[in-house]
């Protein structure tokens, strides 16, 4: 009866340790300071993602900083920063970001989609003018970067994420719904 008793404890723990060691840690901030830590959090992120000084004059910013723990590989570190602009800001700081920056506008070895629509927002990878990737030998899905644009709601959001593990993302709708808390 007590070797029953260990067997079945035994499976018990073999099924649910993945449960356990794989799960999400979601932490929300609504101010610089919160971005602030938030950001050190994140490798290679404040090169990255914007400082609140450059996005312009906004109505409401949200930062989540999602955390994915996998059982045998290192951690998927994902930080969005969600932020709401009246109509005319709105516009106003979409073309200084679309004159900013150049997003990627064909499949990578790495990256098969380049472009997702999640929640209402057209997300689309940043080129990696930091040159991050090229000087470390990685690839782009280890450190992404996107933008992307709410025409109906006039929000903006900017996602960063570092993996180490990745070398491949083939559905990017997928990733983001995944690894980021939108």
């Known amino acids: ?5 260990r067997i079945l404890i035994s499976v018990c723990i073999v099924f649910m340790l993945p449960l356990l060691v ?12 919160n ?9 290679f992120s404040d090169l990255y993602m914007p400082n609140l000084k450059d996005i312009g004059i906004y109505k409401e910013i949200k930062i ?9 590989w290192n951690d998927v570190k994902s930080l969005s920063l969600i932020v ?3 109509t005319e800001q709105y516009y106003v700081n979409k073309n200084k970001i679309l004159e900013q920056y150049s997003f990627i506008n064909q499949e990578k070895a790495e990256l098969k989609d ?3 629509d999640v929640n209402g927002f057209h997300i689309q990878v940043v080129e990696d003018e930091q040159g991050i990737s090229d000087d470390y030998t990685t690839f782009y899905c280890k450190r992404l970067f996107m933008i992307g644009f709410d025409d109906v709601n006039y929000q903006i ?7 180490f593990d ?6 990017l709708d997928d990733y983001i719904k995944k690894y980021y808390k939108i």
């Open 35 to 43: 971005y602030e830590t938030l950001l050190d959090k994140v490798d």
């Open 64 to 72: 989540y900083y999602k955390v994915t723990k996998k059982i045998f």
């Open 166 to 171: 990745i070398d491949y993302i083939e559905d």
């Open 157 to 163: 959001i900017y996602l960063y994420h570092y993996d």
């Open 114 to 116: 380049y472009k997702a």
């Open 84 to 86: 709401n602009y009246s």
């Open 1 to 5: 009866m007590a070797r029953l008793k």
């Open 22 to 33: 794989s799960c999400n840690c979601v932490e929300k901030g609504d101010n610089e300071e």
